[in-house]
């Protein structure tokens, strides 16, 4: 079975200073793992993934988000915050069985940003 | 290129009635999937189709239902409708069982937004 975790609910932060967004995985397999993005009343929006090619994932807007296996963490970073980047943020999982190919979804990370 | 779209946005619909929801892939995307975001229970995978065929079933009734087009559109039918039924579903494409290392890519649409009264 496969799982993520955020760790936070809710993180606020002032425009112009550093967004981190916790996650960590727990997968019997090699994992494949996402990062999407939900603005208000809108769809989701992939932002970022990691398919074993690099540990170091570089996304759309600026984010992104390193695999570290030692750890089972995949936290989504952004060197400065934008008020745009004001939403949901939800870190997935998907099911490496290709026969399967549910995503499962952490239960996200609502970020506020601050004038 | 044109992305996932689905349609209603929104709709009202009392208890015990069918509610059916639709949505179209990205084109050359094959495989559609169904997600329902309920208050309080978060993001829940319900189906998968891929060629006309349902391929996985999340931990969901019968009553939810679906099918899929030979276009690779999708329509998901929920029958005899219940209060917690009320949600944002959403819906997704992908390439389908042959699309190399992209097929775990899923793209999302706007969702419908379903109420129960």
């Known amino acids: 079975a496969q799982s993520v975790t955020q760790l936070d609910s809710h993180v606020s932060v002032s425009e112009g200073t550093p967004v981190l967004l916790r996650c960590n995985y727990s997968s019997s397999y090699s994992p494949s793992l996402f990062w999407y993005v939900q603005h208000p009343n809108k769809g989701l929006q992939l932002l970022l993934k990691y398919t074993s090619a690099a540990t170091l994932v570089k996304g759309i807007n600026g984010f992104e988000a390193e695999f570290k296996k030692s750890e089972t963490s995949f936290h989504l970073t952004k060197p400065s915050a934008h008020m745009s980047d004001a939403a949901e943020y939800f870190c997935v999982v998907s099911d490496p069985d290709t026969g399967r190919r549910a995503l499962t979804f952490g239960s996200g990370t609502r970020l506020q940003v601050q004038p | 290129e044109a992305g996932v779209t689905q349609s209603p946005t929104h709709l009202i619909k009392t208890r015990g009635q069918q509610a059916t929801l639709r949505c179209s892939p990205i084109s050359g995307h094959t495989s559609v999937y169904w997600y329902q975001q309920a208050l309080g229970l978060g993001l829940q995978f319900l189906l998968w189709?891929?060629?006309?065929?349902?391929?996985n079933r999340g931990n969901f009734p019968p009553r939810f239902s679906g099918r899929q087009f030979p276009n690779y559109s999708s329509e998901l039918n929920v029958n005899a409708l219940e209060l917690e039924d009320s949600a944002l579903y959403l819906c997704a494409s992908s390439f389908g069982l042959a699309g190399g290392p992209r097929y775990n890519e899923q793209f999302f649409g706007p969702g419908t937004r379903l109420t129960v009264l």
């Open positions: 189709y891929d060629e006309g065929e349902e391929r």
